[in-house]
């Protein structure tokens, strides 16, 4: 009974199931794997030519093993019935209404794929918590599962993922760690063991940590907590760099110089964007409140304040300086992603500084290499904390934005612009031709860049006005 071969299902085969299991399936070749969505759209799109999302490298991962020990499928309860060890991998968004709104996450999804779990399954399982979750959901979850178990043993695991996007193969494939949370009974350390045993297949053993589950699901909200912070704190040092003529990259870097500080994640922004960090410090938030810790919620929140401060302070800058308005002007985005490499649009700062931009009634024209232009309109109608959850994914509304055109390519873009905002850091905006783009455009031509990718004096010689986050003006 030891040996029977071990069956995964991943409930959820979003951003983070798709890309975790598929390197699971490639580095554990006797592992069935089966990711199952309710959405037939992505799983058509999973077991097509045309991947649901655009990462590096994960083309190449699936074809190796698709049809071969990794299977895309939605027929959910099948897959929960069969495995030994079921993944939850679901979103878990910020609560839109209610108790908690705008802060707590709503565990919907999550508490329906237990219910689910409960209902069709026969046998033993190990069902994994995937998905970043608030501290202590493994015993709410556990309840729901136990509730009605017909005699069945389920063991609870927290086992995070610390994959960011756009490099999340090579993540995959050399995390930093792997953490698995469990109970601390025979039982709960078997189940452990088994999960250990998966990634042990290509993780060095030193990397696979194990604490109790609370541990491991407050580490996740802890370590997003902590990065977003370090964004916070080199963004907020870049309003003081453009304020005294101090430059953001040479602070940044005599900063990071000192070995306890690292030089990793200090590159000052326009804001951080992404599904994570802001859910994740709002549901932080959220449990420092609930258990009345007032002075740690508010320490965290002024990470998203400064965050929204960077953001709308990228948005005056550009009108300001643009002689105070941008009414009926031509504004150029390169770049509406949350990141390079990625065609994720989840909480970019884009949206918010095209927002302010239309707020004051210029005209934009977008482009970005991995985004629709349908994915554009539609963030843009959406309000803040809509998009992840599917009933507001409805169709366009009539009143899709006519002062909002996409281009099929950056020249496109600024082709008689007043002025070019760069939102995302795509490798390919550092080599445009930018004295075409300053023929092209009205006089004076105006050059915001929100990533810190051109060069500065080279843009000032061919006559563009620049203004870069945290450089000297
Ligand atoms: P996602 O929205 O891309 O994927 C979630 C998927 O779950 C969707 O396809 C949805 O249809 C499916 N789903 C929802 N309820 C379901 C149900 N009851 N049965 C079957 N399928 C269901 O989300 P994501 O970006 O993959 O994130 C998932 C979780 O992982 C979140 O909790 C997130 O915080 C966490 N996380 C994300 C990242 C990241 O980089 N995106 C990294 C680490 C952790
Ligand atoms: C982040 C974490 O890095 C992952 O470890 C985590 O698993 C994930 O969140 C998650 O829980 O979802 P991700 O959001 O995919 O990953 O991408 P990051 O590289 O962290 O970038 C987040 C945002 O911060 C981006 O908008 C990026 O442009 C911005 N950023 C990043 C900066 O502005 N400056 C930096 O120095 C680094």
Redesign the pocket.
Known sequence: KENKMVKICC???????GPTMAVIALKCPAVEVVV????VA?INAWNSDQLPIYEPGLDDVVKQCRGRNLFFSTD?EKHVYEANIIFV????PTKTRGLGAGKAADLT?WE??AR?IADVSKSDKIVVE????PVKTAEAIEKILTHNSKGINYQILSN??????GT?IQDLFKPDRVLIGGRETPEGRKAVKALKDVYAQWVPEERILTTNLWSAELSKLAANAFLAQRISSVNAISALCEATGANITEVAYSVGKDSRIGPKFLNASVGFG???FQ??ILNLVYICECNGLPEVANYWKQVIKINDYQKSRFVNRVVSSMFNTVSGKKIAVLGFAFKKDTGDTRETPAIDVCKGLLGDKASISIYDPQVTEDQIQRDLAMNKFDW?H?IHLQPLSPTAFREVAVAWDAYEATKGAHGVCILTEWDEFKDLDFQKIYDSMHKPAFLFDGRNVVDVEKLRDIGFIVYAIGKPL
């Open positions: 409930i959820g085969a979003g951003y983070v199931g199952v969505d309710i959405s992505r959910v991998s679901v979103n878990t999804y329906s794929a689910m995937k998905s970043t979750v995070p993922e610390f994959l960011a996007e999340a992404g599904s994570c859910k994740d992840d599917p």
